[in-house]
């Protein structure tokens, strides 16, 4: 097996392991993880990784002093060797994966659609990450869209979440939402969700000088302002304010400036991980965190399962995924990587905050 890990105290480095497996047990799987997706949602795996369990999904291998570990990915695998008699070798699955070339599943729960991960460790994290759909009971499966897929799922489950929430507390009676970091795919598909309600409010998206005209060509903002134009905000109106980035200076001069019109901070994405507040610093202080609360996604996927069941939460979802994986067409790009050795430049880009918004990486291991 080779393993692709992280330093947990300085995101920015990796390595890359190697690890023979031991056979595999009675009613386990062993699966050969075919690609996967990497976004800026993953550096947020990472960031919280210890806060929320993401370094808990996929143990790093020769890890004795516990400094590393595996982000998780989403992305496809096909099962190359079973010990499970509802599971055969062929089958394809789409789910949670480590960067590497392989793993062992334990599957509990198993239907003609999906199956969990009942590994002892996995136990206690959230269920809506151990599920593993299987491709061969989906009777609508076209393959040709696996990197959308893998790319926007996670993303635009977050943005479906998000959406639902706001509408459910009526947006808090906000005149205007502001999306931090607006060309983040996640940003995206929550500014598209919004855009398909009549009843949203105003949707100002916050991006970078550089990415501002690709943020203005997707028209699903109100308006668009870069970084250095914060004195454009209209200050005096109810605001709801989305983050996807964690940037300090930009939160505390926000929370700064609208004061008791910001109604409610969501911060979603933490990918300036080296962004971090000290007691001299005046901007950091100056946000509100009574107001201010990290939106997390499988909570409100649970609660909405129990609210309208399975299928009637999966109708809902995949309606939303539709429309958004329609859209993306429209703007990104499939950046193709092809194994775990050339993923590393990469992956250091994106954690330095260097990928091109319009980019989508997909790194490819069926032939490494």
């Not at 990796?14 to 996967?36: T, Y």
Request: glycine share 6%; with cysteine.
């Amino acid at each position: 097996m080779s393993q692709f890990q992280t330093l947990k105290s300085n995101l920015i480095k990796s390595r890359i392991i190697n690890e023979h497996f031991d056979p595999i047990n009675h009613g386990e799987i062993l699966v050969k993880i075919e690609s996967f997706a990497f976004t800026a949602n993953n550096v947020t795996y990472g960031v919280a990784g210890d806060t929320i369990g993401y370094w808990k999904f996929f143990p790093a291998a020769k890890n004795e002093n516990n400094d590393w570990g595996c982000i998780p990915m989403w992305g496809f695998a096909e099962i190359i060797e079973s010990n499970n008699h509802n599971l055969h070798v062929g089958e394809r699955l789409f789910g949670y994966f480590p960067a590497a070339d392989l793993l062992v599943l334990n599957p509990i729960k198993i239907s003609d659609q999906s199956f969990s991960d009942g590994k002892e460790h996995r136990k206690e994290l959230p269920p809506v990450y151990n599920n593993y759909l299987r491709l061969n009971g989906e009777s609508n499966y076209d393959p040709s869209m696996d990197p959308i897929r893998a790319l926007l799922f996670p993303l635009h489950i977050t943005a479906f979440c998000l959406c639902d929430s706001l509408k459910e507390d009526q947006y808090l009676g906000a005149s205007q939402i502001i999306i931090i970091s607006a060309s983040s795919k996640t940003a995206i598909g929550l500014a598209q969700g919004l855009a398909d309600s009549q009843s949203s409010p105003k949707i100002v998206g916050l991006t970078s000088v550089t990415n501002s005209k690709f943020v203005e060509d997707l028209d699903c903002y109100d308006e668009v302002l870069s970084y250095d134009q914060l004195d454009k905000i209209n200050y005096t109106k109810g605001t709801v304010m989305v983050d996807m980035a964690g940037n300090r200076e930009i939160l505390g001069t926000l929370h700064g400036k609208l004061a008791d019109k910001m109604l409610k901070c969501l911060t979603v994405g933490m990918t300036h991980w080296d962004n971090e507040t000290t007691a001299e610093d005046a901007l950091g202080q100056a946000m509100l965190r009574e107001r201010t609360e990290f939106f997390f996604a499988p909570a409100h996927i649970q609660k909405r399962i129990r609210d309208w069941g399975h299928d009637g939460y999966a109708k809902k979802t995949n309606l939303f995924m539709n429309v958004r994986a329609l859209q993306s067409k429209n703007w990104m790009q499939i950046k193709d990587i092809d194994g775990l050795e050339n993923f590393i430049s990469t992956y250091e880009e994106v954690v330095s905050g260097k990928i091109n918004p319009n980019e989508g990486i997909i790194v490819n291991l069926k032939n490494a």
